[in-house]
């Protein structure tokens, strides 16, 4: 999977795909990450890519043509697709971003990710060159980096080989419940022992034991997923039993 990255700051991406699981990734050749400068789509001796608001106010914009020269031309780079891939803007105003969007996002070949800086990006652009528009969350970045990393780092993991695709069915998030808690050795630490059943090999009360626990962190922690959860049909009589037991009524 390829993610072209439009940025001012190209230099901010260095540390996130340089280590870990991205960085294999790359090596390996399941994910490419290629950065664009927006900057070298600037014209002007300054290389100028941002200018004041139209109506004053506060704050600078970035200015409609090195973005939308630079969006251009990344889209003419190869591989040519038979359907043009996504251009996501970062932005605070965007939708919230989550778990079935990376896994929607995960299924394409290629993605363009428009990193926004100062107070925001000409409307124009948005209008004539943007196709979704995503937040990281309900709170102001510097520039939209931080979130094109967030993005790419959720997405890549969840293309195929990158991570054990074990870990990525039972994972909090992945089936609109929490993760279940995990231990490893000591079975006893600083007088806390493991909880007995996963210690007694029994797989099928271990499996148990985890839906248990992922329904009873799920309804102490995030009660609207278990709402969500119980609409879209995704618990069982047995969890129902369960859940009742512990207080909730859907
Ligand atoms: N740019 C600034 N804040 C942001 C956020 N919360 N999500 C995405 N892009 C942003």
């Not at 991205?22 to 990450?33: E, F, H, S, T």
């Not at 970035?62 to 780079?77: G, H, N, Q, S």
């Amino acid at each position: 999977m390829i993610f072209d990255i439009l940025t001012l700051f190209p230099g901010m991406f260095t540390g996130p795909l340089t280590e870990s699981i991205l960085k294999r990734a790359r090596q390996a050749g399941l994910i490419q990450v290629r950065l664009h400068n927006i900057r070298d789509w600037a014209t002007d001796r300054h290389r100028t890519t941002d200018d004041a608001p139209f109506g004053g106010g506060p704050g600078m914009v970035m200015k409609p043509e090195p973005l939308a020269a630079c969006i251009r031309a990344v889209l003419t780079l190869p591989p040519e697709a038979a359907t043009p891939p996504p251009v996501i803007l970062l932005t605070p105003d965007g939708e919230v971003f989550t778990q079935a969007i990376a896994q929607e996002l995960a299924a394409t070949e290629r993605l363009l990710l428009v990193c926004g800086h100062y107070e925001g990006v000409d409307e124009r652009v948005r209008e004539a060159l943007i196709t979704r528009e995503l937040s990281i969350g309900d709170y102001v970045l510097t520039g939209g980096e931080l979130a094109a990393m967030v993005v790419v780092d959720a997405v890549a993991r969840l293309v195929p080989g990158v991570i054990d695709a074990e870990s990525v069915a039972e994972e909090s998030h992945s089936d609109g419940l929490l993760e279940y808690p995990h231990y490893t050795r000591p079975a006893v630490w600083e007088g806390r022992q493991v909880p007995p059943v996963l210690v007694s090999g029994h797989h099928g009360e271990v499996a148990k034991w985890r839906r248990r626990e992922r329904l009873r962190r799920t309804l102490l922690r995030r009660p609207d997923l278990l709402e969500r959860a119980h609409a879209a049909g995704r618990l069982t009589p047995d969890d129902l039993a369960w859940l009742a037991g512990l207080g909730w009524a859907p």
